[in-house]
């Protein structure tokens, strides 16, 4: 996904596809987390939660290689279905952990976001320097095929783990808590602020004067703040129940970062976008981890990491869409940075909701008798 900012221009001028399929191109990745969760939890129950994450790598790597054979007719079928299998990838992990090590679900989840933050760094990173240096839109569009097989191979000792199917259970859907509906969207408006900033900073940045490479090291810039704050807001989370202050401070701190991305001088722009980093990675890193924190059971996880998201990634899809439409239409940045900001206090007030030390209702094994809430239940 961090791949494509970078070049998009150059995906118009060597391609061919117009401005509008780019601002499509840009909304597609979320579109296609949101739709492809609801086969999450299905797949996991027929065939084990090891083997779907085995099978997800095998699409990705098929769909990222599509979009390379053709960009002009398979860039953006190729990217739907490398990002439908992504978001199998990001539904099913969090439960997993859950189920596996709860005890240690701060430092995994730490890891997990490390890795991910690596990838979005070098996504952003390098594929201007490949396309420049091999002269290839299609290499450089495909290359990244290669770290989904690796993930696939990595992964094969997993699968003697075998299909763990959880006890039958009876339970409220997630959907009529309100506490799931304010982790869900926390979820979908940190994610839209996020995809927003990563689908056109480039763009912006090369607009004030930058060159493709730079614009492109910038990007990389953002996320390696979120790489600084990956590791170690899982921790800190996981020693606390009440996580408001945190998502407060990080809110704020995006809020103040954003107009310094979009406003200050080229010079200063870099701490800013790194800050921003920062304080979108906290974000990101917490809205994760309350998909654990929230649930008293692996399968409360997967169904509230299933809802927020499918909403979430549905309210985020709309991110790409308006910065770049709105943009468009005014030629200027200064209406989608307001409309950036908007969405951010509308960020905090649902993520100090969903910060309160609550959970959802305890799940409770078929024929034990009445459902009941645990203690801080809804």
Request: aromatic share 8%.
């Amino acid at each position: 996904m961090t791949s494509l900012p970078p070049i998009f221009l150059d995906l118009e001028h060597r391609v061919g596809i117009s401005p509008t399929t780019v601002t499509v191109l840009a909304a597609i990745p979320l579109l296609g987390f949101s739709l492809c969760t609801l086969l999450a939890a299905p797949a996991a129950r027929r065939l084990g939660e090891e083997r779907v994450l085995a099978l997800a790598t095998l699409v990705l790597a098929a769909g990222l290689l599509m979009r390379g054979a053709d960009p002009r007719l398979l860039l953006l079928p190729g990217t739907a279905v490398a990002t439908g299998a992504i978001s199998l990838l990001n539904v099913l992990l969090s439960s997993l952990i859950k189920r596996r090590y709860p005890e240690r679900a701060g430092i995994l989840l730490g890891l997990y976001l490390t890795a991910l933050y690596l990838g979005s760094i070098c996504g952003a990173a390098l594929s201007v320097p490949i396309l420049h240096g091999a002269n290839s839109v299609r290499l450089s569009l495909s290359l990244w095929a290669g770290t989904a097989l690796v993930a696939f191979f990595v992964w094969i000792p997993q699968l003697r783990r075998g299909r763990l199917a959880p006890a039958p259970v009876i339970h409220l859907p997630v959907y009529r808590s309100a506490l799931a509906w304010q982790v869900a969207s926390f979820m979908g408006l940190q994610s839209l602020t996020y995809y927003a900033t990563v689908s056109w900073l480039p763009t912006m940045l090369r607009e004030r004067g930058l060159s493709a490479g730079h614009a492109g090291l910038l990007a990389a810039a953002l996320s390696l703040g979120g790489l600084a704050t990956a590791f170690g807001i899982p921790l800190l989370a996981h020693r606390r129940t009440d996580h408001r202050s945190l998502v407060g401070w990080n809110v704020a701190l995006c809020v103040g970062a954003t107009v310094g991305a979009f406003l200050a001088p080229l010079g200063a722009v870099p701490f800013f976008i790194v800050a921003l980093g920062f304080g979108q990675g906290a974000t990101l890193a917490l809205a994760l981890y309350f998909f654990i924190a929230r649930s008293p059971s692996a399968a409360a996880a997967a169904s509230l990491s299933a809802m927020s998201q499918g909403f979430g990634y549905l309210l985020a899809a709309s991110g790409p869409l308006i910065v770049g439409l709105v943009h468009s239409a005014l030629g200027s940045w200064t209406v989608p940075m307001l409309i950036l900001l908007a969405f951010l206090v509308l960020e905090g007030v649902a993520g100090l909701l969903a910060a309160r030390p609550r959970t959802l209702p305890l799940l409770v094994p078929a024929g034990a008798g009445e459902r009941s809430a645990g203690p801080g239940g809804e």
